[in-house]
Structures are given as structure tokens and as C-alpha cells.
């Protein structure tokens, strides 16, 4: 099957086997909110694994080989066998085989559900180390929402309000790697302004967010709260120049150093996982509307 329709309480999500990815959300009454995969960039809400984010030459070193790993990883490109259906949940998984080991030479086990209930959508991320060495790993999610979610608004009405005031520094990246240097943060207090110049030097990354929630919203139409659970940063991305998608993306794990080129399980921010051993991250996004 290629894709499946979930249906919840005021509130759907259409799901398709590759990339186990999340290609349309909609409110009770209809609104799309989810990006549609245009022009701008043609993805919707592609799973990160297992990186976040470039490493340095794009590659991957194990053992003293060097492994091609691209931008953000490869399940996002691979088809996921459907491992549950049902009216308002489902599952898809992704294990190795002989194509990921060529690329990233280690046992695994990814499953991502999916979960529909009132106005809510609950994302889970299950991580198995399947092999007999250290598994080590990153995963995010990287949902695109419409930006404006209601057409006739700016995109200047829409803000980030986080669940708690987010004072620590931000970083940036130059050729998605991540730079040296902690940038202030356009954040004040807990209310983040959108605009498209935010994006000017790509993504805003909170490498140590106070927060483990977040409302986009502008006060009237629709408007949506991301909450996570066991990610570590959280990044914030539109395309620079300008494209009508907002993406807010919990990670655990974020793109190499700058400077950093040494072996893989070594790298900053990786989850390392003992043999036998799971690891479960969540996501949940709920809808409502404002007056």
C-alpha cells in the first residue's frame, strides 16, 4: 500500500510507505496545514535519520573507512514496510540490509507511529539497536506547516510562542555545518517574530532549548502546538529567500562542527545505543483555531 488515511477527532493525516512520511494534516474543518511539496522544496515532513543535518564531506567514518552519508540521512528516501494499520494509528519500520550498510554499517531497527486522537496527532520514533555493537545515531522530525496557515494573513502576523522563556544563545550553520561561535537569540523572552529575513543564514538552531513545546499562531485562523519528548535540540527553518513553509523540527542530534571530521561515534550529539537496547522519541501536534 502507498499511502494511508488516518482519521481522529477533528483532525486527519495521510501518511505514504516512503519515507514513512507525513504528507497532509487537516483541521476539523478542512484546512490543509501541512506543505504541499512545491517548487520550493519537495518534501512535507521527512524523518532525519540516521543523521541530523551534513557531516563534513558528506561522509561517515567507521572503523577506518570512510562511508557516503548525505544531508539528513537516507530513510527519508527509503520505502518503509507497513508493519500496523488501523482507522487512527500506524506503523512503518525500516531495518538495515545490504544498500544502508553500504552507506551506514550498522544494525537497526527504525519504526515510526503515527496516532490520531482528539485535535492531536502523536508522532514515535523507536530506535533498536539490533546488532552486537554500540549503535550510534541521531533522528529528528522535520514537519513543514503552511506559512501563512491562513492565506489572507502576512507572514509577519505569525509568531513562536515557547512554553518557556528561551534566553540561551542560538547557532547557525555555513554549508550545513554547524559554526563555532553561539549567536544571540532572536528570541524575546518566549515569543519568537517570524519573518522570511530570519532565515537569511539558514536554519535558527536551539541546541539547548528551555522549552519542550511550542504554539505557531497569529491570533486568528488556525493555529498549532508542537510538544516533544526525549530530542535535545530543536531547529527552525524556512528556505532563505523566501518560500510559504515554516518547518519545526525537534532533533536529537544536530549537523557536524565545522571542524570536525573524525570518526562517527565520536560526533557531538549522537544518541549511542548498547546492543539489545531501544530507544523511543515523541512528537504531538495539535490543531485548534483562534478567533
Known amino acids: 500500500m502507498e499511502q494511508l488515511t488516518l482519521h481522529g477527532d477533528g483532525i486527519s493525516a495521510t501518511i505514504v510507505?516512503?519515507?514513512?512520511?507525513?504528507?497532509?494534516?487537516?483541521?476539523?474543518?478542512?484546512?490543509?496545514?501541512?506543505?504541499?511539496?512545491g517548487p520550493e522544496w519537495r518534501r512535507h515532513s521527512p524523518v532525519l535519520f540516521p543523521i541530523v543535518g551534513r557531516l563534513k564531506g558528506d561522509r561517515l567514518r567507521h572503523g577506518g573507512k570512510a562511508y557516503p552519508m548525505t544531508q539528513h540521512g537516507f530513510a527519508r528516501d527509503r520505502r518503509f514496510a507497513w508493519a500496523?494499520?488501523?482507522?487512527?494509528?500506524?506503523?512503518?519500520?525500516?531495518?538495515?540490509?545490504?544498500?544502508?550498510?553500504?552507506?551506514?554499517?550498522?544494525?537497526?531497527?527504525?519504526?515510526?507511529?503515527?496516532?490520531?486522537?482528539?485535535?492531536q496527532l502523536?508522532?514515535?520514533?523507536?530506535?533498536?539497536n539490533t546488532g552486537d555493537e554500540m549503535l550510534p545515531a541521531s533522528i529528528g522530525a522535520h514537519p513543514a506547516f503552511n506559512w501563512p496557515l491562513l492565506p489572507e494573513l502576512p507572514k509577519e502576523a505569525y509568531t513562536l510562542t515557547f512554553a518557556d522563556d528561551e534566553p540561551a544563545p542560538i547557532r547557525r550553520l555555513k554549508d550545513g555545518l554547524m559554526?563555532?561561535?553561539?549567536?544571540?537569540?532572536?528570541?524575546?523572552?518566549?515569543?519568537?517574530?517570524?519573518s522570511e529575513r530570519l532565515f537569511d543564514d539558514d536554519a535558527v538552531i536551539l541546541d539547548r532549548p528551555a522549552s519542550t513545546g511550542v504554539r505557531y499562531a497569529a491570533?486568528?485562523?488556525?493555529?498549532?502546538?508542537?510538544?516533544?519528548?526525549?530530542?535535545?535540540?530543536?531547529?527552525?527553518?524556512?528556505?532563505?529567500?523566501?518560500?510559504p513553509f515554516l518547518c519545526i523540527e525537534p532533533w536529537h542530534g544536530v549537523a557536524s562542527p565545522v571542524d570536525f571530521d573524525g570518526e562517527f561515534a565520536d560526533k557531538p550529539g549522537l544518541m549511542l545505543i548498547p546492543p539489545g537496547v531501544k530507544r523511543k522519541l515523541s512528537y504531538r501536534i495539535t490543531v485548534s483555531r483562534d478567533p
Not at 559554526?179 to 517570524?194: F, N
Open 17 to 37: 510507505g516512503q519515507g514513512a512520511e507525513l504528507v497532509s494534516l487537516r483541521d476539523a474543518e478542512g484546512t490543509e496545514l501541512l506543505w504541499q511539496a
Open 122 to 128: 502523536g508522532v514515535t520514533f523507536e530506535v533498536a
Open 179 to 194: 559554526l563555532p561561535t553561539p549567536q544571540p537569540t532572536p528570541i524575546e523572552g518566549s515569543t519568537l517574530a517570524l
Open 84 to 119: 500496523e494499520q488501523g482507522p487512527s494509528s500506524c506503523t512503518l519500520v525500516l531495518s538495515d540490509d545490504t544498500e544502508t550498510r553500504t552507506r551506514y554499517p550498522f544494525a537497526f531497527r527504525l519504526a515510526v507511529s503515527y496516532n490520531l486522537g482528539a485535535r
Open 219 to 243: 491570533g486568528r485562523g488556525p493555529a498549532i502546538e508542537m510538544s516533544w519528548q526525549g530530542f535535545n535540540e530543536l531547529g527552525i527553518w524556512s528556505k532563505p529567500g523566501g518560500a
